[in-house]
Nanobody, 123 residues
Framework: QLQLVESGGDLVAPGGSLRLSCAASGFTFNYYAIGWFRQAPGKEREGVSCISSSGGRTTYADSVKGRFTVSRDNAKNTVSLQMNSLKPEDTAVYYC????????????????WGQGTQVTVSS
């Protein structure tokens, strides 16, 4: 059974850091790029970052560039999102997803999604 399970969400103060993880199972992990998306209350889901199947290519939304870093461990079937210098506007449910298409930050290029993990940035 194909699964993507996110973890690591939490309440953090502005300027703080969090590391999210996405654990994958049920498919050949190193064949697929993986993306991170987020959805804030009352807003549409938006692409945050993605990483190629080998890990050699990464892409970031302008809003997180320089603050977030995506990485993967194909031996462990995991993808991580290190989030630094967090801002209140980063508050959202964060999702990882498996990419079937070619575009990194477009939601309809992804076919399987995790259940999400809540990140709240507040003092």
């Amino acid at each position: 059974q194909l699964q993507l399970v996110e973890s690591g969400g939490d309440l953090v103060a502005p300027g703080g850091s969090l590391r999210l993880s996405c654990a994958a199972s049920g498919f050949t992990f190193n064949y697929y790029a993986i993306g991170w998306f987020r959805q804030a209350p009352g807003k549409e889901r938006e692409g945050v970052s993605c990483i190629s199947s080998s890990g050699g290519r990464t892409t970031y939304a302008d809003s997180v560039k320089g603050r977030f870093t995506v990485s993967r461990d194909n031996a462990k079937n995991t993808v991580s999102l290190q989030m630094n210098s967090l801002k209140p506007e980063d508050t959202a449910v964060y999702y990882c997803a498996r990419r079937r298409g070619s575009s990194c930050l477009r939601e309809n290029e992804y076919d399987y999604w995790g259940q999400g993990t809540q990140v709240t940035v507040s003092s």
